[in-house]
C-alpha cells in the first residue's frame, strides 16, 4: 500500500486546512487509515483515525470539535479538515493504514499498530 498525503501549508491561528491522503496498491484489505503528527522535540503522537467499513471515526482530546476526519471510499482518500488551528498543531502530519478483517477489531491510535505510512506534509500555525 501506498500512501499519498497532500493539503500542508502555513496559516494563521484561528484559521483552517484540509489534509488528503490517497491510498493505491493492496487496499481491499484496508481496515482503516489515521493521521499522526510529530512536532520538532518531540514523539510521533495519535491525532484522528477512521474504521473503512463503517465510518467509526477517533480523535486526540487536543484535537476534537476542532478535527474532523472522513474518508471517500472510492477514492480510497481519507481527509483531515483542521479548524481553529492553533500554534501546537505546527507539526509534521503523517497519514497511516492498517490493513485487516473488519470482522476485528484494531487499534487506530497506536502507532506500532499501523502497517503503512505516508511521507509527512508540514503543517505550521503562526501565532
Known amino acids: 500500500v501506498q500512501l499519498q498525503a497532500s493539503g500542508g501549508g502555513l496559516v494563521q491561528a484561528g484559521g483552517s486546512l484540509r489534509l488528503s491522503c490517497t491510498a493505491s496498491?493492496?487496499?481491499?484489505?484496508?481496515?482503516?487509515m489515521a493521521w499522526f503528527r510529530q512536532a520538532p522535540g518531540k514523539e510521533r503522537e495519535f491525532v484522528a483515525g477512521?474504521?473503512?467499513?463503517?465510518?467509526?471515526?477517533y480523535y486526540a482530546d487536543s484535537v476534537k470539535g476542532r478535527f474532523t476526519i472522513s474518508r471517500d471510499n472510492a477514492k480510497k482518500t481519507v481527509y483531515l479538515q483542521m479548524n481553529s488551528l492553533k500554534p501546537e498543531d505546527t507539526a509534521v502530519y503523517y497519514c497511516a493504514a492498517r490493513l485487516g478483517s473488519s470482522d476485528y477489531v484494531f487499534d487506530l491510535t497506536s502507532y506500532y499498530g499501523m502497517d503503512y505510512w505516508g511521507k509527512g506534509t508540514q503543517v505550521t500555525v503562526s501565532s
Open positions: 477512521i474504521r473503512w467499513i463503517g465510518g467509526s471515526t
Open positions: 496498491g493492496r487496499t481491499f484489505s484496508l481496515y482503516g
